[in-house]
């Protein structure tokens, strides 16, 4: 007999426990099941994991899937929460057009996805959808509130004081306890990390902090300036006698091989041409981490890593650093912008590699 009304049912190949049906000792009912649109920017699908501990409590026993791009699935692989992660593409979407779901949480607000969760079946939805005018709209009153921060700059740059969990929770209208990331890092995204170490004899007797150099690819605001990292790195070896780790991404492969060049022992380039994953295992040796408002950043607060975080076009006040660091923000007159560009960048320039130094030494006292 085959039970394809067990949790653990593929149809196209054996579960995960390589049993028949009869007679298995692993069979769980469905309870009920909930859907997760959550695709875009893979720093949002990581700070959205937060969500899930709240989402159990709401509905005890349920199966949890997921649809997110494909270039973030690696952050929501190993999650204890999720029962399913679903790319974004035609066959899932196409798949999902035929289930019926218990309740719904779209937490994005493009018109592709607001037009999946309006399409796909569920009893109850919740966070956001599409109209017949190709308008963004709600599913429920509570996500009123996020649905306001995407329209009114006044309220999301000055006014808001609710950091980004705190408002999903809301829109979804889920007791938030002040639940961390959900980030699962297995021992082999930690290898290349580790044979790195080995292979520089690194001892781990100094402290180790990382500078995330990179500015991610949508905000080049975002980047504080080569010359801050280069006093920074000085003051971190000469004063603090740590050692300094450069991580980053391609876009950083220039930046990153200048400010090693020539600065002596203690300072490690760890690549630019990581994995994600294999970049956080690096995150995850690190003593402490200066980044920017970027994945780097997020990765750090998943992997509960102490964190200087450097903001400049972007709000502070909506990210949670768990009490694990601190967040620089100088005001410029300009900021907060969400400009991509700016000829000046004035808000990351006033921020002094002093003051974040001292903030290091702070944290890794």
């Known amino acids: ?13 054996p579960c995960r426990f390589k049993r028949v049906c009869e007679d298995c000792p692993h069979f769980e009912a469905i309870g009920s099941k909930l859907l997760i649109i959550k695709c875009r920017a893979q720093g949002d699908v990581l700070r959205t994991t937060a969500l899930l501990p709240g989402l159990r409590r709401k509905h005890p026993g349920s199966l949890i899937s997921w649809i997110v791009d494909p270039e973030s699935v690696e952050l929501l692989d190993n999650n ?9 593409n035609l066959e899932s979407v196409l798949a999902l057009q035929i289930e019926e779901f218990d309740a719904l949480y779209c937490l994005d607000k493009e018109p592709a996805l607001t037009a999946l969760a309006t399409q796909v079946r569920s009893a ?18 509570a996500a009123s509130y996020a649905y306001r921060l995407g329209v009114d700059d006044d309220l999301k740059f000055f006014r808001n004081e609710k950091t980004y969990q705190a408002v999903i929770a809301e829109a979804a209208e889920v007791d938030f306890r002040g639940d961390e990331y959900v980030f699962e890092l297995k021992d082999e995204a930690r290898a290349k990390a580790a044979a790195f170490f080995k292979a520089e004899r690194i001892t781990g007797k100094k402290p180790a902090v990382g500078l995330n150099t990179g500015a991610g690819t949508k ?28 991580l980053g991404g391609p876009r950083e492969k220039a930046m990153n091989a200048g400010l090693a060049a020539g600065a002596g022992p203690g300072i490690f380039n760890t690549g630019t041409e990581n994995a994600l ?5 690096f995150v995850a040796r690190m003593d402490a981490l200066v980044t920017s408002d970027t994945l780097g950043m997020h990765i750090a607060i998943a992997l ?20 694990r660091g601190v967040k620089l923000f100088a005001g410029a007159g300009c900021a907060p912008c969400y ?26 006292r």
């Open 1 to 13: 007999m085959i039970r394809n009304d067990c949790a653990h049912f593929r149809g196209d190949k």
């Open 80 to 88: 204890p929460f999720l029962h399913r992660v679903l790319r974004f």
């Open 124 to 141: 109850a939805k919740y966070g956001f959808g599409l109209n017949k005018d190709g308008a963004l709209i709600i599913f429920n009153e």
């Open 219 to 246: 905000f080049e605001t975002k980047q504080w300036p080569v010359d801050t990292y280069r006093k920074l790195i000085r003051m971190l070896r000469d004063k603090l006698g740590a050692d300094v780790f450069l």
């Open 277 to 281: 994953l294999d970049f956080a295992g």
């Open 304 to 323: 509960k890593r102490k964190v200087v975080a450097l903001f400049g076009p972007t709000c502070p006040q909506e990210i949670d650093l768990y009490g």
């Open 339 to 364: 400009k991509q560009t700016c000829p000046d960048a004035v808000c990351m320039k006033a921020i002094p590699p002093q003051q974040v130094f001292e903030e290091i030494r702070q944290l890794l």
